[in-house]
């Protein structure tokens, strides 16, 4: 699961910091901290198991490095399964709910 979970997150082109002439700082540390989080989107279509599970394993092994959303198109709940798997390996999951596509384009749109 850490494979597929490490597998959804992409590099998104080139970084305008390696551009720079500069040795001024352009941002304060905790500003260049959020500047340079990657975004995840785990997209699924139940998103109840699998896509959970990736969220988990990516907030804990990416600490603040990540920024994490995942969203479905049939929203369903979280399985007992994935959870208890989780609490195994000593995350905790189970205040996790499924989102509706939909929940995320709206969130996006008034950023």
């Given amino acids: 699961m850490r494979v597929a979970a490490q597998?959804?997150?992409?590099?998104?082109?080139?970084?305008?910091?390696?551009?720079?002439?500069?040795?001024?700082?352009?941002?304060?540390?905790?500003?260049?901290r959020s500047c340079l989080k990657k975004r995840v989107l785990i997209l699924c279509t139940g998103i109840s198991a699998r896509s959970q599970?990736?969220?988990?394993?990516?907030?804990?092994d990416g600490g603040d490095a990540f920024e994490?959303?995942?969203?479905?198109?049939?929203?369903?709940?979280v399985r007992p399964e994935a959870i208890g798997a989780?609490?195994?390996?000593?995350?905790?999951?189970?205040d996790y709910r499924s989102k509706h596509v939909n929940e995320l384009r709206a969130k996006a749109s008034t950023m």
């Avoid at 959804?8 to 905790?30: C, H, I, K």
């Avoid at 599970?53 to 804990?60: I, K, N, P, V």
């Avoid at 989780?86 to 189970?94: A, L, T």
């Fill in 7 to 32: 597998d959804a997150v992409r590099e998104s082109g080139d970084s305008a910091a390696g551009r720079l002439q500069s040795n001024a700082p352009l941002v304060s540390s905790a500003g260049a």
């Fill in 53 to 60: 599970m990736a969220e988990g394993l990516l907030r804990q």
């Fill in 68 to 77: 994490v959303a995942r969203a479905g198109t049939i929203p369903s709940v």
């Fill in 86 to 94: 989780m609490r195994e390996i000593g995350i905790d999951i189970s």
